[in-house]
């Protein structure tokens, strides 16, 4: 990912406006869960388009627009394209934005049938086939992954961007930082399926520090062999339907994800 | 402004709420002829994706319908799927659970309180300005959600989107010390929600009271949160099974989010005001004073005080989450494991092979919004057959309506602005979560030519 292209405009404060598109509002929380840095952040910037926290709205352009959410209907795909005219910087966050997140799930079913086992009249029902995430409708300038993205690495993006510099975000691993927590490995001591060595670190390891394997919710690291992950987990008594399972979650469609399930689907 | 006697009020995209609404008021000759809140928030279809996964995902998926109470999702989906096992938990794992849900209660609360409902209250259009006009007051909410947020996290591993909730109990008991430290905070929460009960008292009720029939869980004894059976103001007492076949969803044309109705007739309310109305006598103390000395009765039927039962709630989540802090003792073992059926013994029990009708299980509890009820049926294998869930807000939708006939009503005489703004208060009331009933709410106040 780049740095911003251009520090925020004039001696003002930077514009910022947050967006939702299909999601569940945990990433924009992510940002009112800043209880310690809330008000100094809202004064370090100019809040002009935030729908969850105020009724105020100013119009764009917006130095920063922050996108919740994935594209799962055609007025939404017209939408982000209006968004992102408005935005010089637009950063995607969380696993909908930059993933399609879990609605990636109906790229792999029929939408028909899911309009008729949930809705009674799929008449009044209108969406798209499939999930996709911004990226795939407009340019993005940065993507903070994570369901729910990690809040501090939110404030870390923001921060950044004030300053001009790049966002120190990691590509690493999940082992990496769950070595640094001192875990015993679940894969290796528990034969517990374990996406951590194929998932980008940001979380801090939460899952493998409860007992629990990874389940990929921040995306795939940088650089990934999951084949290697599927071929051990395999060795351990994991079958193709469950190989499916745990490549297919909340980032169903990173695309690493999404052939090394569809490699054991049958 | 209302010399006109044709007109609408139109909010096109509802802020403050959680999700994408919008609100719809037509008058005709000075009386209201049409209510509409419309929820255009994409369809989610999350019962279709949990068809085919594993019970023990069902927590962390269904969590992903709502950032703002996930942990609701994971407790309704966790009873739901042991019912279908037929397996009971400890009560030290039912106590974590409660715990945990006092965390919820107070972010998801302090946040509704003071981010989203007091503005209205002082015509200002955010916390944030209110924090100019009253800095303590927005200090002390991001102090209280804080210190819900912290028992999230030191009880579920993350505040958006636990990690530690599964079927059965937890992954992992939180230590003891981590639990015991949890009691300094939580002083100061309840020294901030008694004085959130003081604040809010005092604001400005628009004098409007609601025939509500009130649905809530009741847990004898005890506020209800994570467990109880389903009751009414109408005289309706039964299981939260029983409940999923007498709540009879109904899906319109304006609405991804479906509507609920008893027996397919009677609207219902569900949320604080039903929790209250139905159990206040069994409040932990400090907030049976604080709700007295605010002035509310048995019951309270002014949905603009809503925000006085929120406040009254943070004061028990509070007194709750203190008294299972004190006394907790990690569970052992942290979770009871599931008797996954085999297909050998469905076959052996007589049936056959593909064809058994799965295990079935409803499960509900209260979220921060109101009653949350979920049912599963459960295959051999321990995949998901089928999947129901309903969400406090697509039962809320009817009675939102009918408060908004009523604020159109009593507010002809308002200007246009004030009415939109009064339409869109009595949205707030109720603190919708939109994203969980489908995910969208826009509210418009317009004039009809």
New interface residues.
Partial sequence: MTAPAAPPSGPGRPSVAVW???????????L??L??E??AL?AAVD?RYF???????VEGPYDISLVEGSI??AH?AERIQAVRESSRFLVTIGACATAG???G??NY?D?G???A?????PG??E?LSTSTPISAHVPVDFELRG??VNRYQLLEVLTAYLAGRAPRVPGFPVCQECKAAANVCVLVAAGTPCLGPVTRAG?GA??P????GC?G?FGPAATVNTAALASRLTDDGARPAELV?IFR??TANAPEFARESRSHDS | MTHNRNYSVDVGALARVEGEGALHVVVRDGSVSEVALNIYEPPRFFEAFLVGRRYDEIPDIAARICGICPVAYQMSSCAAAEDAFGVAVSRQIQDLRRLLYCGEWLQSHALHVYFLHAPDFFGLEDAVALAERDHSAVERGLSLKKTGNKIMETVGGRAVHPVNVRVGGFYKAPAQAAVRALAEPLHRALDASLETVRWVSGFDFPDIENDYTFVSLRDPGRYPMEVGRVVSSSGLDCTPAEFAEIAVEEHVARSTALHSRLFGREPYLTGPLSRYALNSEALTPLAKEAAAAAGLGRECRNPFKSIVVRAVELVFACEEALRLVETYEAPVPPAINMPVPTAARALSDGEQAGTSDGLVGAGATEAPRGLLFHVYEIDAEGLVRKARIVPPTAQNQLPIEADLRRVAETGLDLSHDELTRRAEQAVRNHDPCISCAAHFLDVTVETVP
Wanted: proline share 2%.
């Fill in positions: 939702k598109f299909a999601s569940c509002d945990g990433c924009q929380l992510s009112l869960d209880e310690d809330l008000l809202v809040i729908l969850e926290m105020t009724r105020a709205v799962t209907t939404d997140g879990i609605q799930l109906r079913a939408v049938d899911y309009v086992s949930v809705y009674a009249n009044y029902i969406t369901c729910p979380c939460l899952c520090s409860v007992g629990r389940f919710c399972r979650s909340f």
